[in-house]
């Protein structure tokens, strides 16, 4: 058995009467790993933008049936812009679902007369994908 931090976990589970750990085998932890991985994609809405244009960016493979996640601050003109990166860029094509987190400061919304509102402007850039 491997080391490492699932190993430990695994260990202190089985030491618990009635638990049971048993390791998947490698082609099974391969499948996991991906689908893990893959599974929620998200944080910062600007630094998911901004890391796509370094060297640590994420695949597109990576957003292939992901739910991402975001959550911003700024102005709402910066949240307009950032999402339509990640249409130009195909990423908003291949995810499977999106989750944005509570705006809380985000500049030009939350006002009763604000326009547009924070969905208004996800369903704009997301037009009809």
């Known amino acids: 058995m491997g080391g490492g931090p699932a190993a430990a ?14 390791a998947a085998p490698a082609a099974r932890q391969a499948e996991l790993e991906k689908l ?16 796509q244009a370094t060297r640590y960016a994420l695949l597109l493979d990576w957003f292939d049936g992901a739910v991402l996640f ?9 949240v307009w812009s ?8 195909g990423i908003l094509v291949r ?12 500049d030009g ?7 547009p509102t924070l969905p208004e402007i996800v369903l704009d850039v997301l037009g009809d994908q």
Request: proline share 5%; aromatic share 6%; glycine share 14%.
């Open 9 to 22: 976990a695994g260990a202190a589970l089985a030491a618990e009467p009635g638990r049971h750990w048993q």
């Open 36 to 51: 893990y991985s893959t599974l929620l994609t998200g944080g910062l809405l600007n630094r998911i933008v901004l890391a």
């Open 70 to 78: 975001w959550e911003e601050g700024g102005h709402a003109s910066h």
């Open 82 to 89: 950032y999402l339509q990166v990640l249409r130009h860029s």
């Open 95 to 106: 995810i499977s679902g999106m989750v944005v987190g509570v705006p809380h400061e985000i």
């Open 109 to 115: 919304i939350g006002a009763p007369e604000a326009s």
